[in-house]
């Protein structure tokens, strides 16, 4: 699962992001993984025959038997956050929970998320090509999440072109988030708008691996609060298996 040339260490944190005067303290934490969102809408607006691909889907299935919560809440993720550990190494996340250490690695992110993380196939800047994305969104547009979110709408009758933005729609809600929306939002990822081009690259692309890279915004998260609980935060990569860590570590 993870490349022959990473070794497994044990944990030697430096300090913790947060002390425990504040743990207490109110915080707010928004998250910008439009799961619940993304399969409402899917289930609502495509045909039966173009949501089939979703539910046979061996990444994607199990997402559309999850409980859809309107009112879905993160504050658990937020409680792993206020226990994160310093460290030298960014490719994992060390938590320390009542003096136990919870490794967050590739690894674990697999097992929780049920998505692929085997490397990437080579060279990964070849697969796919903008010739779809250039037909829906004009050559060399800039996209954003509510210009798929939009274009999906318009699209009213079923056909492989809805399928694929249906499919780019999934990846920009779920995969990768962004912290911001509106006109100065970040662009959809370039890597998105190329594999939807390819649906059986989309098949069996390691989703996981590619969602788990974003592993970096904890410790962006982490930097920004320097070490003081203050205002709302938002957390825009994939929160799943953050979610299911801290439910495992309550059992």
């Known amino acids: 699962m993870q490349d022959s040339d990473e070794e497994t260490e ?16 109110p915080f707010k934490i928004t998250a910008k993984c ?38 879905h809440k993160v504050m658990g993720m937020w409680l792993l956050f206020l226990r994160t550990a310093c460290l030298d190494k960014k490719k994992e996340v060390w938590f320390i929970v009542n003096g136990v250490p919870i490794r967050y690695s590739l690894e674990e992110f697999a097992l929780m998320s049920g998505l692929y993380c085997h490397n990437y196939p080579k060279p990964l800047d070849s697969l796919g090509c903008t010739t779809f994305a250039s037909k829906m969104f004009g050559p060399g547009a800039t996209v954003q999440y509510l210009d798929v979110e939009n274009k999906l709408l318009s699209m009213k009758k079923p ?31 370039k890597f998105f708008l190329r594999a939807v081009a390819d649906l059986e690259l989309c098949k069996t692309f390691p989703w996981g691996r590619f969602a788990f890279e974003n592993v970096k915004d904890i410790f962006y998260l982490m930097k920004k609060c320097n070490g003081v609980v203050g205002p709302q935060k938002v957390f825009p990569s994939f929160v799943m298996p953050l979610e299911v860590c801290h439910f495992i570590m309550h059992l």
């Open 10 to 25: 044990a944990l030697q944190p430096l300090k913790m992001y947060f002390g425990p005067s504040e743990y207490t303290k």
């Open 34 to 71: 439009y799961l619940h969102k993304a399969v409402g809408l899917l289930e609502t607006h495509l045909k039966e025959s173009e949501l089939k691909w979703f539910l046979e889907h061996p990444q994607f299935k199990h997402f559309f038997h999850m409980h859809k919560d309107p009112n």
């Open 159 to 189: 056909s492989d072109a809805r399928l694929r933005v249906a499919v780019l729609y999934f990846l920009c809600s779920v995969i990768v988030g962004k912290g911001k929306t509106g006109p100065n939002a970040p662009n959809v990822e």
